[in-house]
């Protein structure tokens, strides 16, 4: 070979080494297409499930139509599920991707949300604590059927899935002018996210939290302009069928309750009695 | 039922002395000015606002029912709904306005004295009838024919019961409204406070408004049957009206003051026309009053339930 040649060829194999270097960093277009309907074959059958580690069954069905209309439509499965063949999968591919990778699988793309995430409480629960009750990506996104979160249908479904783990405060939220507006499809009113964030969510108790005493007056002028603290100490999260909640509340509920049963049965009674005695007199029809 | 209604009057007439008829009428005003024009439009107007409010409020009290979502979808969603709540809102506190200006010169007129026979201050022999009517309910004395002053107890009760619920509506409405402005001078519980008791407010005056109360009182009383017409045209025969309100009759007989309430009836053909807007009315009141009462229904067994 010539010295000539020889520089070619170090060249050559230089350029396809760099272009096989390139999907493993960030983009992951390059992945074959074809691979995700080849994927689907299996995976799109009804019935397909299995047992895992934590010996809970599994449905390993994809919906097709979900699929295609999600936002990662255009990826192939293996941007998300690195290194899986298509075969039957080893519990070597299954176990090692359901620990870790799913989340990893996320943070390649969306590394400043991750970011974020890593620092808030969920993340904390998820990353250092070994939670497996804590949200991680996918549980608030969702996976394969996964929609734009600055969607309208997006904003719709917050205070359901919030609600999923944290239920008594979505369903003291949806009591409120926010929630019941929400649920009415007026979307420009609050949902969970705009006071508590999103990624960076942490509790009240932290200082940085959005709904820290420190902040929430800020939080809550993002809509009410002129908001102060006496604003801000409105009690959102309140169950007004009891007493621990806020006494106070409760105690005005009760008021009502009494005040609706005493006049409602002593008006109907009046109602009842002097429409009987009206009707067994003859005078509905007199002359 | 209109000519089942003139049947009753007429037989009313027949049955009333004639001499103090013809005493008291005077050329052709035949009839008793029952509400003057300024209550008529003040009326006229809170039953529309009061209407549209609780059109327009009731669906998000409910917002989690499927019945409130389609209705909500119907009147162009929340914020369309809050607006057009906030319109009828400034029509009914116009009205309060205008009626506080009200009693404002007849606190004038009789020297600050508020009280008295033919006024709403409850009395003891509003006691006294309201004891009648109880033992008649239930079945121990026979039917007593009241002899009544301008307001009965049960219009005496209701005045002051929508007195205060308006006054609480006005007030938790304009908190709602305003919040950021009421936490300027108020802590922000006031804002939970103003949410309970608008939306607790606003069932307790539907209930008794539509169910429990007015809508009975002026339609379905054996006496009023199908309703009472004193509210839209003003006046009612005089023989009929002193048959119903004797008190005030004899009263202003004898004061010499009934001159001053007879007016002319209403021409033929205003007559007729009246009629149809009658008609119009009674059947938008009772259709309304169908579905309020379902309504009442469905939340009282609702409520019931959750025990």
Redesign the interface.
Same mark, same amino acid.
């Given at each position: 070979m010539s010295p000539r040649r020889a520089v070619l060829v170090v060249l050559g194999a230089a350029c396809l080494l760099a272009a096989a270097a390139a999907p493993a960093g960030a983009v992951t277009f390059t992945i074959p297409s074809g691979a995700s309907d080849q994927c689907l074959e299996c995976h799109a059958k009804p019935d397909l499930g299995t047992v895992n580690v934590n010996g809970v069954e599994k449905s390993l069905t994809v919906s097709e139509d979900a699929w295609h209309s999600s936002m990662h439509s255009r990826l192939d499965c293996t941007a998300c599920h690195a290194g899986f063949q298509p075969r039957e999968h080893t519990p070597e591919e299954t176990q090692g991707w359901y620990q870790q990778a799913k989340l990893t699988a996320c943070s390649d793309c969306h590394a400043s949300e991750f970011k974020m995430y890593d620092k808030s409480f969920h993340g904390n629960l998820v990353m250092n604590e070994g939670s497996k009750e804590a949200p991680a990506c996918g549980d608030c996104h969702g996976s394969h059927g996964i929609i734009d979160p600055t969607s309208a249908e997006f904003r719709e479904s917050v205070p359901e899935v919030c609600g999923r783990c944290h239920g008594e405060k979505s369903e003291t939220y949806?009591d409120?002018?926010h @929630?019941? *507006?929400v649920? +009415? @499809?007026?979307l *420009?009113?609050a949902v969970c996210t705009d006071c508590h964030g999103s990624h960076e969510i942490l509790p009240e108790s932290d200082p940085h939290s959005m709904v820290s005493s420190q902040n929430v007056v800020a939080t809550c002028g993002k809509c /009410?302009?002129?908001?102060?603290s006496? =604003?801000? *100490? =409105?009690?959102v999260h #309140?169950d007004?069928s009891t007493p621990h909640s806020?006494l106070? #509340?409760w105690l +005005?509920?009760i008021n /009502?309750?009494v005040?609706?049963g005493v006049?409602?049965t002593l &008006?109907?009674? /009046?109602?009842l009695?002097?429409?009987y005695? &009206?009707?067994r007199?003859g +005078?509905? /029809?007199? @002359? | 039922m209109a000519s089942a209604d003139s049947g009753i009057r007429s037989e009313v007439a027949v049955q009333e002395p004639a001499a103090r008829v013809a005493q008291a009428a005077v050329g052709a005003r035949t009839h008793f000015r029952r509400f003057t024009s300024f209550q008529r439009w003040v009326h006229f107007f809170i039953m529309i606002s009061f209407s549209i409010l609780v059109l327009t409020g009731m669906p998000l009290k409910y917002s989690d029912q499927a019945w409130a979502q389609r209705w909500m979808g119907i009147i162009g969603g929340v914020q369309n709904a809050g607006m057009i709540h906030r319109f009828a809102a400034m029509i009914m506190v116009t009205c309060v306005i205008c009626m506080l200006g009200y009693f404002g010169v007849i606190l004038i007129r009789s020297r600050g004295r508020f009280w008295g026979p033919g006024t709403m201050v409850p009395n003891r022999q509003d006691y006294r009838d309201l004891k009648a009517m109880a033992g008649w309910f239930v079945g121990a004395t026979p039917y007593p024919r009241l002899e009544l002053d301008r307001y009965a107890y049960y219009e005496k009760g209701e005045f002051w019961a929508a007195s205060a619920g308006v006054t609480i509506m006005c007030v938790t409405g304009a908190i709602l409204w305003y919040p950021e402005v009421a936490a300027q001078y108020l802590p922000g519980i006031v804002i939970n406070f103003a949410l309970v008791n608008h939306s607790g407010g606003a069932l307790l005056a539907m209930g008794f408004v539509v169910v429990f109360w007015h809508f009975f009182h002026a339609h379905l009383r054996p006496e009023a049957f199908p309703m009472d017409k004193a509210m839209y045209n003003g006046g009612l025969p005089l023989e009929e009206y002193a048959h119903e309100r004797p008190l005030e009759y004899e009263r202003r007989v004898r004061e010499g003051t009934l001159d001053e309430v007879l007016i002319a009836p209403l021409s033929p053909r205003r007559m007729k026309f009246e009629n149809v807007l009658w008609w119009i009315i009674t059947g938008a009141a009772l259709f309304l009053w169908v579905v309020f009462s379902l309504f009442v229904v469905w939340v009282t067994y609702n409520w019931l339930i959750s025990f």
């Open positions: 949806l409120t002018y @929630g019941k *507006s649920r +009415m @499809g007026s *420009s009113r /009410h302009e002129n908001a102060n006496r =604003f801000a *100490s =409105f009690l #309140v007004r806020s106070w #509340v +005005m509920e /009502h309750a005040l609706i006049l409602f &008006g109907g009674l /009046h109602c009695l002097y429409f005695r &009206g009707l007199e +005078m509905y /029809h007199r @002359g | -």
